[in-house]
């Protein structure tokens, strides 16, 4: 029994923890219902019941998330893709350097057949009778 208490204090100090990380490092426009100070107080003093209520009830949750499980993905902060393939200017790049390479390419294999018709043009000396 004693160590059913201590595994259930651990979670409570691990669930405050979290908690004043989350509650410090949110933007001061998602914390809701109580100012920053009050919120860490509260998760201080009523380190279980204000955890839970700060998750709950003080701060905002991301947009897209849906329930407690968070199951849906989370939004992308505005104006940021979520993921290199939805990003327009890397798009545009790799675009624009397949284009370079693909031009590159082009000009070895053009200067690889004139310099093969130049020596089928040239008269081969192998092919002359010795006189």
Do not use: H, N
């Not at 107080?41 to 897209?64: D, H, K, M, N, Q």
């Amino acid at each position: 029994m004693a160590r059913l208490y201590v595994l259930l204090f651990l979670v409570q100090v691990v669930l405050a923890v979290v908690a004043l990380i989350s509650c410090l490092s949110a933007d001061e426009e998602k914390v809701k219902a109580l100012p920053r100070m009050i919120w860490v107080l509260i998760i201080l003093f009523f380190p279980l019941v204000g955890s839970i209520a700060w998750f709950l009830v003080g701060r905002e949750r991301p947009a897209g998330t849906t329930g407690v499980t968070g199951a849906a993905r989370p939004a992308a902060p505005a104006g940021r893709p979520l993921a290199p393939d939805d990003d327009p200017e890397f798009l545009a790049s790799l675009d624009e350097r397949s284009r370079r390479e693909d031009q590159e390419r082009l000009r070895l294999w053009e200067e690889d057949l004139r310099r093969r018709e130049e020596e089928l043009r040239r008269p081969d000396d192998r092919d002359r009778p010795e006189v």
